[in-house]
């Protein structure tokens, strides 16, 4: 199972596109998600967006088997290049303000790497989510300096050293729930990328001590990659007492 991480980081953002004669790239999961939905208008109209990255699915399985995002939502989206992510909030959440009669949301994306500009998204790269300069921006550019949602598929670059990866990946995962109590708006929701591994307990244990409720969701689309969950905490319960900072 060694280098499997490593694999994944360079294969998963492979450009890809949904529409079109793609379909012989597909994972069984993706053609699954595609087909289910090809009834519903909406889901048409994205089907015809080429999605950056495959781990769109990801994102979009996560949001229809659990309701995270909808109209008129702000998102902060970390780790966010190439943009696949981005590209399904700012669909979910009216970023574009495609449906006229709906609440019109905000993406705001972050990455080390550079991302290529995205209609409805902003974008602020290249920057560290784990530096304070990177907060403050992030806290100035959200609308009301506040998200409804923090998104987090960031991931080190993985060296196939199981335990080293996910210590990194905590440390990640870690520094950005610290910020939440000045970034995320009170009833928000947290959605992190985790590697299975000896700080998971501990970090989940934090993650419950804050929200309502917290889950781990296994996407079908990131079946393959054996370690990788993803957690959700929903209805942010602290942050009250920073309000004023
Ligand atoms: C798996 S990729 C994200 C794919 C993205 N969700 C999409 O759908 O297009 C992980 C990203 O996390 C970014 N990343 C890792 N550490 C970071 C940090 N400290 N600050 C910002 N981004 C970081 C990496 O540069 C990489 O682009
Ligand atoms: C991963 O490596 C690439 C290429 O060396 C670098 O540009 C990028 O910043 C690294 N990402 C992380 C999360 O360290």
């Known amino acids: ?9 360079s294969l998963q953002c492979r450009r890809f596109h949904t529409a079109g004669s793609h379909s012989k790239g597909r994972t069984g999961a993706e053609h699954l998600w595609l087909t289910r939905h090809l009834k519903d ?7 015809m967006e080429s999605y950056r990255c495959r781990s769109a699915f990801k994102l979009l399985e996560v949001d229809e088997r659990h309701g995270i995002l909808r109209p008129g939502l702000r998102v902060l989206d970390c780790g ?7 590209q399904v909030a700012v669909w979910r959440v009216n970023a574009a303000g495609t449906d006229p ?3 019109v949301g905000f993406v705001l994306g972050v990455d080390l790497l550079h991302i290529s500009p995205l209609e409805g998204a902003t974008f602020l790269c290249p920057a560290d989510v784990t530096d304070p300069r990177t907060l403050q921006r992030i806290q100035e550019l959200l609308p009301g300096g506040r998200a409804d949602v923090i998104l987090s598929d960031m991931a080190p670059n993985a060296t ?3 335990s080293l990866d996910h210590d990194r990946l905590i440390g990640l995962c870690s520094s950005l729930l610290d910020t939440a109590p000045r ?5 928000g929701t947290f959605l992190c990328k985790m590697w299975a591994g ?12 804050q929200f309502q409720n917290t889950r781990t969701v296994k996407p079908r689309a990131s079946r393959k990659e054996s370690s ?15 309000a004023e900072d």
């Open 183 to 187: 970034v995320l708006h009170p009833g």
């Open 101 to 103: 009669r709906a609440p």
């Open 1 to 9: 199972r060694r280098g499997s991480w490593r694999q994944s980081a």
């Open 228 to 242: 990788e969950v993803y957690l959700l905490a929903t209805q942010y319960q602290k942050g009250k007492e920073f």
């Open 198 to 209: 000896s700080q998971s307990l501990a970090f989940q244990k934090r993650l419950t001590g």
């Open 160 to 162: 196939g050293i199981r």
């Open 41 to 47: 208008p909406f889901v048409k109209a994205a089907k």
């Open 80 to 86: 966010a290049a190439p943009g696949a992510w981005s």
